[in-house]
Nanobody
């Protein structure tokens, strides 16, 4: 069973920063796009950012210019640097791996809670 592990969430004031980490096995990490999703209370899970195995990135419009996704191939880890946080960024953040066909390969983990106080 493929599993990824999220960490780095916490409580931060509006305007602050957090860095989330997503760890995966080498086999999962090296061939798939790694994606970050988030789910706020009462809302559907939404895609936040993605980074391909080749390093190409894309972002949801709501986080462009504030969030940066990156990967450390030596550590099999993907990071989500979140700056200028807003109250509406409050959510549980999850990572997953996505194949070139668009399928998510891992079961959803527990995620990491990000709470932004206004």
């Amino acid at each position: 069973q493929v599993q990824l592990v999220e960490s780095g969430g916490g409580l931060v004031q509006a305007g602050g920063s957090l860095r989330l980490s997503c760890g995966a096995s080498k086999s999962t990490f090296s061939i798939n796009t790694i994606v970050w999703y988030r789910q706020a209370p009462g809302k559907q899970r939404e895609l936040v950012a993605a980074i391909s195995s080749g390093g190409s990135t894309n972002y949801a419009d709501s986080v462009k210019g504030r969030f940066t996704i990156s990967r450390d191939n030596a550590k099999n880890t993907v990071y989500l640097q979140m700056n200028s946080l807003k109250a509406e960024d409050t959510a549980v953040y999850y990572c997953n791996a996505r194949t070139s066909w668009g399928n998510l390969v891992a079961s959803w983990g527990q995620g990491t809670q990000v709470t932004v106080s206004s």
